[in-house]
């Protein structure tokens, strides 16, 4: 049986836009829709076009779009044939025109899961209105602990000896949405912020395709700050 999307009432929209609602794609197995939104050299968008070659994985890359010219992730998704996009924001009067532009930029294609992979930008309320729910962003630490740009830096200077990564729901704050999945890395004695950046990296590609593969097969549900993958 084919699936359908459910999208229950929104409480509190001003705070979280996709609290209590269950998400299903409903597309046929292998055709479910990605969109991934790039900033830099796209490690995690390749990971996801690598998976998207089984068709077993259950979903196809079908955009990538860019705030800025030239990125290494526009570049491997035009080798992979996957049409791209670039907004920037300094092309928009101001920020919410940007917004309501990338919204409509992501909406032309119609996706089931937009996923910000090393995207510099925060989206606004247009765009959170339309896929709140639906995008996901990946962030080097095990959050709440070490939000922000410098998180690998400030696990290293608090002097933890387990840090990793988390794969959220974007929601209006920085680094604040719900948690879909976590991966833990070792902190080594002899690292520094380049070493330890690139083990996490590394946990991350693995992380995100395990995630978002469960998400367009088994569907995802959201109640208050749990996020639960399937029944």
Same mark, same amino acid.
């Given at each position: 049986?084919?699936?359908? &999307? ?5 409480? $509190? ?25 790039? *900033? ?7 990971? +996801? ?15 990538? !779009? ?5 990125? !290494?992730?526009?570049? &491997? ?22 917004? $309501? ?11 089931? +899961? ?6 510099? $930008? ?6 959170? !209105? ?12 095990? +959050? ?5 740009? /410098?998180?690998? &830096?400030?696990?290293?200077? /608090?002097?933890? $000896? ?58 995802? *549900?959201?109640? !208050?700050?749990?996020? &639960?993958?399937?029944?």
């Amino acid at each position: 049986m084919q699936a359908t &999307r459910y999208v229950g009432q929104r409480r $509190k929209p001003d705070i979280c836009p996709f609290n209590d609602q269950e998400f299903a794609v409903s597309r046929p197995p292998s055709q479910s829709r990605l969109l991934v939104l790039v *900033s830099g050299t796209g490690t995690i968008l390749q990971a +996801l076009l690598d998976a998207c070659a089984d068709p077993g994985f259950g979903a196809q890359v079908v955009a990538v !779009g860019a705030d800025r010219d030239g990125t !290494g992730g526009a570049a &491997r998704a035009a080798a992979a044939g996957v049409p791209t996009f670039v907004r920037r924001v300094q092309d928009s009067p101001d920020r919410f025109a940007w917004d $309501k532009a990338l919204t409509a930029d992501c909406a032309a294609f119609d996706p089931d +899961l937009i996923i910000a992979a090393g995207f510099l $930008k925060l989206v606004g309320t247009e765009f959170l !209105g339309r896929f709140g729910g639906r995008m996901l962003n990946t962030h080097p630490a095990l +959050l709440p602990s070490f939000p922000g740009i /410098h998180s690998v &830096r400030d696990a290293l200077e /608090h002097g933890v $000896k387990m840090t990793g990564c988390s794969l959220i729901l974007v929601d209006p704050g920085i680094d604040s949405g719900p948690i879909v999945a976590q991966a833990a890395v070792p902190v080594l004695d002899d690292d520094d912020e380049e070493s330890l950046h690139e083990r996490i990296k590394v946990a991350e590609r693995s992380l995100v395709v395990a995630a978002v593969g469960r998400m367009v097969r088994e569907g995802w *549900s959201v109640d !208050g700050r749990r996020v &639960r993958i399937g029944n």
